[in-house]
C-alpha cells in the first residue's frame, strides 16, 4: 500500500482536486484506492457524495479512539464512493477542533499512520487530502505518507507561500526515519496570462528538482466534475485538465507500472455482488504486483525525485 499527500499551506491551489483526479485514475486502473479527507472543511467528503456533517465518525473517530488510548478502526470509518474500486475515509467538520483539544499531547502526531497500518491489506493507494494550515492534522499526513505532491497555483504570489510550505517540509523530514520526496505541481495554468508562464518560470528556477516537468491547465470541467459528484476522470474522462492528471501520475508511477484502465475491473471487490449503498470497506485481499513492495523493492520513482 502506497501513501501519498497532496498538501500546500495555501487554500484553493487544487489540493482537493488534485486527490479526487488522481484517486479516479488510479481506481479505473484497478488500484484499489482510498481517499482520506484531513480537512475539517470536508469539501473532498462533499464533492463525493457525504455529508461532513455527520456525526462524529470518520477520521474523527481516530483521533477520539487515540485520546483513549486505544488504535481507531479505520476500516469500520470507511464508506463507499459514487466510483468502483474508490473509497473515502470522510471528514468531519469536528476535527476543526482537534488542535484545541488534543495539539500539544505526545502520539497524536501518529494517529493517522497507526490507523493506516491496519488497512495495508485492503488498498492498494491511499491519498491524503490535506487542510490548508500547519497544525496536527498536516503533521499526521506528512507522517503518515511516503511522499508529498505539493500543487501550486501559476499566479504572482504562487512563490510566497510556496517557500513557507516548503520548509515546513524541510522540517517535518528532519524528524523522519526516511525523506520525504517532495514533488511541486503546477496547477491552475493559464498560457493566456502573463501570469500564469512567468510565476511557472519562477518556480522552476527556484525548485528545479521538484517541480514537475509539466502543468494542470485550466479547466472549467473541474469544478463541473464537483456538481456530478464524480472524480473528474470519471465524469469528463477527456478532458484537458484530466489528460495532465493522467500524465503525472504516469510519472509518478515510473514506465513498469503505467496500465490502461482495466475493464474487468481488477480492484479486489467485485461491484456486482455488493449494493452501492452497503459497501463499506473492502476486503483485504492479495497486494497488487505492481504497488507497495514491488516498487519499493526496485527502488525507482523516474522523473520524479528520489526514493528511500
Ligand atoms: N486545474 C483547474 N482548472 C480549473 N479549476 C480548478 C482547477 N483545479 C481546481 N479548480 C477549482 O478551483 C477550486 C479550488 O480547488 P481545490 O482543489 O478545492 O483547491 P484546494 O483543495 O487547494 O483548496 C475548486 O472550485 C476547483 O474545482
Ligand atoms: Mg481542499
Known sequence: ?????????KGGVGKTTTVACLGGLLAESGRRTLLVDLDPHGSLTGYLGHDPEGGE???YALFQAAAEGRVGDAAAGVVATGADGLWLLPARTALATLDRQFGTREGMGLVIARALAGLTARFDFVLIDCPP???LLMVNALAACERVLVPVQTEYLALQGLDRMMRTLAMVT??????????????LFDRRTRASPE???RLRARYPQQTWRSVIPVDTRFREATRAGLPPSAAYPQARGVQAYRELLADLLGPGETREPDAAGATGTDPANQSS????CPPAGPVRQD????AAAAGREPNTGRRA
Not at 500500500?1 to 499551506?9: E, L
Not at 528532519?174 to 496547477?187: D, E, G
Not at 504497488?291 to 514491488?294: E, L, Q
Request: hydrophobic content about 40%; overall charge positive; glycine content about 12%.
Open 277 to 280: 449503498e452497503s459497501r463499506g
Open 133 to 135: 494550515m500547519l497544525g
Open 199 to 201: 510565476s511557472l518560470r
Open 174 to 187: 528532519r524528524a523522519r526515519p526516511q525523506p520525504l520526496p517532495a514533488l511541486i505541481v503546477p496547477t
Open 291 to 294: 504497488s507497495g513492495a514491488a
Open 57 to 59: 465518525g470518520g477520521v
Open 1 to 9: 500500500m502506497r501513501v501519498w499527500a497532496s498538501a500546500n499551506q
